[in-house]
């Protein structure tokens, strides 16, 4: 965090009296300030690992509040995980089979990178975009959180993140919503076989534009774009 300490114009006993104070070994450099005399009085500069001035001093008694900054930027601030909001609703209208998908912001207010080691979720159907991610200091990420649900009614569950924050290595956050089951339209199957399928398609293209009213799902009078927009929502689906 620090890369070096200029004692302008010190003596070896300033130096050695300013690395008792501050417990810092590493270089440090006597009669620095003669490499440029234009510098003027001592300055105690310390910047951050970003480069960012933290503290000025000048002259020796500002020894210790150098001492004082260096200590607090070398003690290493952990990360920290916090996800806003701890749940995440579906809401109470997805069709049962069909997908829909959430984002979840995962910030990191510590002071190292946060590392997201694991995205899991106890409900069968939850996919993850991603399940391992890195988050810098101060910044946040997003997850896309998806679900299917592969049959109708309330479903309920959680989604754990592991990462390396020390105190918050695993953070739960509440999944609810309700699947809904779209009802078939028996009359799709054209061909009563059970399935709305390949073959009802078939069947439906060699009717499109003529007035059968096999094929006029929507009953006004001709097999048109209407009633292929109602086939293609029943399309893959069995006929109870
Ligand atoms: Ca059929
Ligand atoms: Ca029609």
Redesign the pocket.
């Known amino acids: 965090m620090v890369l070096g300490l200029d004692i302008y114009n010190g003596t070896q006993a300033q130096l050695q009296n300013f690395r008792s104070v501050s417990t810092i070994t590493f270089p440090l450099l006597l009669q620095a300030g003669s490499i440029r005399g234009s510098h003027g009085t001592h300055t105690l500069l310390i910047a951050d690992r970003e480069g960012i001035v933290r503290h000025i001093g000048r002259g020796a008694s500002g020894l210790s509040a150098a001492a004082a900054s260096i200590r607090e930027l070398l003690t290493a601030q952990p990360p920290a995980i916090d996800v806003p909001g701890t749940s995440l609703d579906f809401g109470e209208d997805i069709p049962a089979g069909e997908s829909r998908t959430l984002t979840l912001v995962v910030k990191n207010t510590g002071g190292e990178d946060l590392s997201v080691t694991d995205m899991e979720s106890d409900l069968e159907g939850v996919t993850f975009s991603l399940t391992e991610l890195t988050v810098a200091p101060g910044d946040s990420a997003t997850v896309d959180i998806t679900f299917t649900p592969s049959e109708g009614g309330p479903f309920s569950g959680t989604i754990t993140i592991s990462s390396d924050d020390p105190e918050n290595s695993s953070v739960s956050v509440a999944i609810s919503g309700t699947a809904i089951v779209v009802p078939v339209n028996p009359r799709a199957d054209f061909d009563n076989d059970g399935e709305i399928g390949f073959s009802d398609f078939l069947a439906f293209a060699q009717a499109f534009s003529t007035d059968n009213p096999t094929f ?9 774009f ?2 292929f927009l109602e086939f293609a929502k029943n399309f893959g689906k069995s006929v109870p």
Request: glycine content about 18%.
């Open positions: 006029d799902l929507n009953g006004n009078g001709l097999v048109d209407p009633d």
